[in-house]
């Protein structure tokens, strides 16, 4: 079966450190894509990579960075935690532009 | 820019009453739609997808046509069980790489 992995279901940090979150896919696809979910406001991208070592800003990218150095991985920087930045975290990747995303089970990130 | 618009609910049916969650969208161009589902704790599955006017996108049970004259992508299915209890999002998928999800619409299923 194929997956996306995320690193962690839940973390907690506290304001002002750096914060790593890591998705791994198995499928051997193009594109990856880092969302985050909050009530009321739906998905809303913040990275996206569709090949290694390429990066493109989504929607809100502030405060965060990217990073594809394999095309399996793609990690997600927080430079400096804000407790703004508490959210849900949704790693998603597809095999090319057109199909649909598989998406891993998602990081609830509480930053104190 | 594109949009997508859906009800945040929670929209509660009995056992199997007939669902209806509301899609609409904004978009240039032709873009291809989508139905996520997201299952408490788990991350967004596709659950169907059309990708012209007229299409009809089907999976365990739901539907859902795309409809170009309405810019509509209900969702439907004749029979809920518990077990569909979750969330959906509708998506449109527009210009390269770029995909817009609505709020996402609760549905509770009660016995």
């Known amino acids: 079966d194929v997956k996306v992995t995320q690193s962690s279901r839940y973390l907690v940090k506290r304001t002002g450190e750096k914060v790593f979150l890591e998705c791994v896919q198995d499928?051997?696809?193009?594109?990856m894509f880092w969302y985050r979910q909050d009530p009321g406001l739906g998905l809303r991208l913040i990275y996206f990579?569709?090949?290694?070592?390429?990066?493109e800003k989504g929607d809100i990218p502030e405060g965060y960075s990217v990073s594809r150095e394999k095309k399996e991985r793609f990690s997600l920087i927080l430079e400096s935690a804000s407790t703004n930045q508490t959210s849900m975290y949704l790693c998603?990747?597809?095999?090319?532009?057109?199909?649909?995303?598989?998406f891993g089970s998602g990081t609830r990130l509480t930053v104190v | 820019g594109d949009s997508v618009t859906q009800m945040e609910g929670p929209v509660t049916l009995s056992e199997e009453a007939f669902l209806t969650i509301n899609c609409t969208y904004t978009?240039?161009?032709?873009?291809?739609l989508f139905w996520y589902v997201q299952y408490p704790g788990e991350g967004l599955q596709l659950l169907l997808k059309?990708?012209?006017?007229?299409d009809k996108g089907s999976n365990k049970g739901f539907e859902a046509t795309y409809r170009k004259e309405t810019t509509s992508f209900h969702l439907e299915k004749g029979s809920v069980q518990v077990s569909d209890s979750a969330v959906y999002f509708c998506?449109?998928?527009?210009?390269?790489?770029?995909?817009?999800f609505g709020i996402g619409t609760k549905l509770q299923v009660i016995p």
């Open positions: 998603a990747s597809r095999v090319q532009d057109g199909y649909g995303y598989t």
């Open positions: 499928m051997d696809h193009e594109n």
């Open positions: 990579s569709y090949d290694v070592k390429m990066k």
């Open positions: 978009a240039t161009g032709y873009p291809s």
């Open positions: 059309a990708t012209k006017a007229d």
């Open positions: 998506a449109l998928k527009g210009g390269y790489q770029k995909v817009t």
